[in-house]
């Protein structure tokens, strides 16, 4: 069983920055590619960015692109997401998930291991 911990959301206005954590509970460096996702609310839950195993490759939303970015570090077993030029319309529960299968994939349902979420707010 793989553990998920979320951490680094809060409150930002329109414009500003944040970083979020993810660290997971077992070694996950080649072993479990990463995602984060974001459920607003009375919204389904979107994907935002996925990591492969090694790190070496990313894939984002068309809606995050050149703002957010995607990052592992292995050692540690932790998963950033760097945040950007925030949005009022990125606020969201942002959640961090863990799949041992693929190698990165933007659909929910490949991913078996979910964390708690984290709440971020951009306010305008």
């Known amino acids: 069983q793989v553990q998920l911990v979320e951490s680094g959301g809060g409150l930002v206005q329109a414009g500003g920055s944040l970083r979020l954590s993810c660290t997971a509970s077992?070694?996950?460096?080649?072993?479990?590619?990463m995602g984060w996702f974001r459920q607003a609310p009375g919204k389904e839950r979107d994907f935002v960015a996925t990591?492969?195993?090694?790190?070496?490759?990313?894939d984002y939303a068309d809606f995050v692109k050149g703002r957010f970015t995607i990052s592992r570090d292995n050692a540690k077993n932790t998963v950033y997401l760097q945040m950007k030029s925030l949005k009022p319309e990125d606020t969201a529960v942002y959640y961090c998930?863990?799949?041992?299968w693929g190698d990165g994939s933007s659909a929910a349902n490949a991913y078996e291991y979910w964390g708690q979420g984290t709440q971020v707010t951009v306010s305008s």
């Open positions: 998930a863990a799949d041992k």
């Open positions: 077992v070694r996950t460096a080649g072993r479990y590619a």
């Open positions: 990591i492969n195993r090694s790190g070496g490759t990313t």
